[in-house]
């Protein structure tokens, strides 16, 4: 069984970046990719992007375009993304997660747990 | 993109009520539906895709159906675990989802 272990906490000022990590371990099958999804506090929930396993595909929604990043490192099955020039309503629950099939990338069946990303001055 | 709207935003039940969610599509998407239910604090959890196709390890109590622009979750028969928000989320074009469905005693 697949699980997805994300990087914790931060805290940042309006203008930087913030990259939080996401670790996948047990039963990893590659083809899959991994989705980013965040939550404002209190609201729904919101798709990023999406990151084929070996990099070679990407998805963004057109909102984070220009601003995201997202990465994976195969050799240590890690998932990386970083969005740049935060502002305040960037604060939100970002969570990483696994896509169910090949067909079907952007049905998340595995989570991570959740980094919690504050943006104040 | 394609809008999803949920109803109703919010409902109260009791336990072993049947309770039906709606989620409706802008634009037509074929049966590419999925529904997430998320507890306080906790990831999102998949519990139907293809709008249909239980995940597993999900109870049969769960249902979904539809498909086009017109999707249905429901729950036979409400069990304490069940109170959460659900949502669904379409993946026929770049993902989006419904704004929730609060379901509370």
């Known amino acids: 069984q697949v699980h997805l272990v994300q990087s914790g906490a931060d805290v940042k000022k309006p203008g930087a970046s913030v990259k939080v990590s996401c670790k996948a371990s047990?039963?990893?099958?590659?083809?899959?990719?991994i989705s980013w999804v965040r939550q404002a506090p209190g609201q729904g929930l919101e798709w990023m992007g999406w990151i084929g396993t070996y990099s070679d595909k990407i998805n963004f929604a057109q909102k984070f375009q220009g601003r995201l990043t997202m990465t994976i490192d195969t050799s240590t099955t890690t998932a990386y993304m970083e969005l740049r020039s935060l502002r305040s309503d960037d604060t939100a629950v970002y969570y990483c997660a696994r896509g169910r099939a090949v067909a079907e990338r952007y049905t998340m069946d595995v989570w991570g747990q959740g980094t919690t990303v504050s943006v104040s001055s | 993109d394609i809008q999803l709207t949920q109803s109703p935003s919010s409902l109260s039940a009791s336990v072993g009520d049947r309770v039906t969610i709606t989620c409706r599509a802008s634009?037509?998407?074929?049966?590419?539906l999925n529904w997430y239910q998320q507890k306080p604090g906790e990831a999102p959890a998949l519990l139907i895709y293809?709008?249909?196709s239980l995940s597993s390890g999900v109870p049969p109590r769960f249902s979904g159906s539809g498909s086009g622009t017109g999707f249905t979750l429901t729950i036979s028969s409400l069990q304490p675990e069940d109170f959460a928000t659900y949502y669904c989320?379409?993946?026929?074009?770049?993902?989006?989802f419904g704004p929730g469905t609060r379901v509370d005693i």
């Open positions: 989320q379409q993946t026929f074009s770049t993902p989006t």
């Open positions: 634009h037509s998407i074929n049966v590419f």
């Open positions: 293809s709008s249909s």
């Open positions: 047990g039963h990893t099958s590659p083809a899959f990719g």
